[in-house]
């Protein structure tokens, strides 16, 4: 009877380990996926804006291969960068980390470095969330 009951206890604790726990974030895998750009909060001024009043269209393309294109348009002008990213998960949270190939003035970092870091809040948004250096949050959503 006692190994009956360690062998319950030891099979709830594994299933309580699984990868498919309900309510965990998980990056969506059918690539390729459009993410852009809905709304952004200033720092200083901690005010948010969206739809017509953002300053650019701004958008991500994931692509299966670990590849991603970012886009931003401001009149009219585009800017194109491109790198790889990658998944990374830190307790409950899920991070993209983006490298990219080249400098850019679209890279959004405190550090001026070819990388942003991304942290997915749902299967459809994420943001970048570079509050800490007061540039602001940008939120993205999934749009394909």
Same mark, same amino acid.
């Given at each position: 009877?006692?190994q009956?009951?360690?062998?319950?206890?030891?099979?709830l604790?594994?299933a309580?380990c699984?990868k498919?726990e309900?309510?965990?974030?998980t990056?969506p895998?059918?690539?390729?996926?459009?993410?852009?750009?809905v709304?952004?909060?200033? #720092?200083?001024?901690?005010t948010s804006?969206? #739809?017509n009043?953002?300053p650019?269209?701004?958008?991500y393309?994931?692509? #299966?291969?670990?590849t991603?294109?970012?886009?931003?348009?401001?009149d009219?002008?585009s800017i194109?960068a491109t790198?790889?990213f990658s998944?990374?998960r830190?307790n409950?949270s899920?991070?993209?980390?983006?490298?990219?190939?080249?400098?850019?003035v679209?890279?959004?970092?405190?550090?001026?470095?070819?990388?942003?870091?991304?942290?997915?809040t749902?299967i459809?948004?994420?943001?970048?969330?570079?509050l800490a250096?007061?540039? #602001?949050?940008m939120?993205?959503?999934r749009?394909d």
């Amino acid at each position: 009877m006692r190994q009956l009951r360690i062998s319950f206890i030891i099979g709830l604790l594994l299933a309580s380990c699984s990868k498919d726990e309900p309510g965990i974030v998980t990056f969506p895998e059918d690539y390729p996926h459009k993410w852009q750009l809905v709304s952004a909060q200033t #720092g200083l001024s901690n005010t948010s804006v969206s #739809g017509n009043q953002l300053p650019y269209f701004e958008e991500y393309v994931f692509n #299966g291969d670990n590849t991603f294109t970012k886009t931003r348009v401001l009149d009219d002008n585009s800017i194109v960068a491109t790198g790889s990213f990658s998944v990374e998960r830190n307790n409950d949270s899920v991070f993209l980390t983006l490298s990219f190939d080249d400098e850019s003035v679209i890279i959004d970092n405190c550090s001026n470095d070819l990388a942003e870091r991304l942290l997915l809040t749902s299967i459809k948004t994420f943001s970048n969330n570079i509050l800490a250096c007061d540039y #602001g949050r940008m939120d993205y959503s999934r749009v394909d």
